[in-house]
């Protein structure tokens, strides 16, 4: 089915291919839900996996994305009619990598697949520290945040975010997230975060978690 062959055309790095198929797709009456969600996200969930075993590398998971990009902007006018509609399974999330780490690979990811998944993502970008995720937070409202780190010594860093929340009173107005290659499950329940994003494709399904435990509290 032309969805298996979007979610393989973007394992393979085919850039014309995947909008080719998300065209017809679309053309054939197939949902641009269905194509996000079986083609899309069932690809990148390969990558995924693919790239946390050692089986491919960046440049491949970057070729990957950019066939996802270019699927996605196929999509996105008949995604943006239903979205008013889907409302409640979206939400914000504020990213970005912190203070003294210089690496965005694995946070670009987070921010492609969930865009793809729907949600405003607001990147802050690499070396953020902890006052400008509470700039953003306060500027944007999101329900999540998210933080990356790929190092030890940037690591503690995710703490001081986590303090400087928690000064402005913001603290318990959001649900943090953290991921990246010196992050684990054990970290972040010893430090009060509230999920472990062990990967891209994972960070999607934490997220929406995460948003519905804000608007279940907040209502």
Known sequence: MVKEKIAEALINGDVEKGKELAKQALDEGVSAKEVLDEGVLSGMEVIGE???????????????????????????PALAEIEE??????????????????HDIGKNLVALMLEGAGFKVVDIGIDQPASKFVEAVEKEKPQVVGMSALLTTTAPKILEVEEALKKANLRDKVKTMAGGAVIDQDFVDKNGVDAYGPSATAAIEITQKLVSEVKNNAS
Not at 54 to 74: D, G, K, R
Request: glycine share 8%.
């Open 50 to 76: 693919r790239f946390k075993n050692f089986e491919v590398y960046i440049p491949e998971v970057l070729q990957s994305a950019a066939v996802m990009n270019e699927v996605m902007e196929v999509l996105k």
């Open 85 to 102: 509609g889907e409302s409640s399974t979206k939400g914000t999330v504020v990213l970005g990598t912190v203070e003294g780490d210089m």
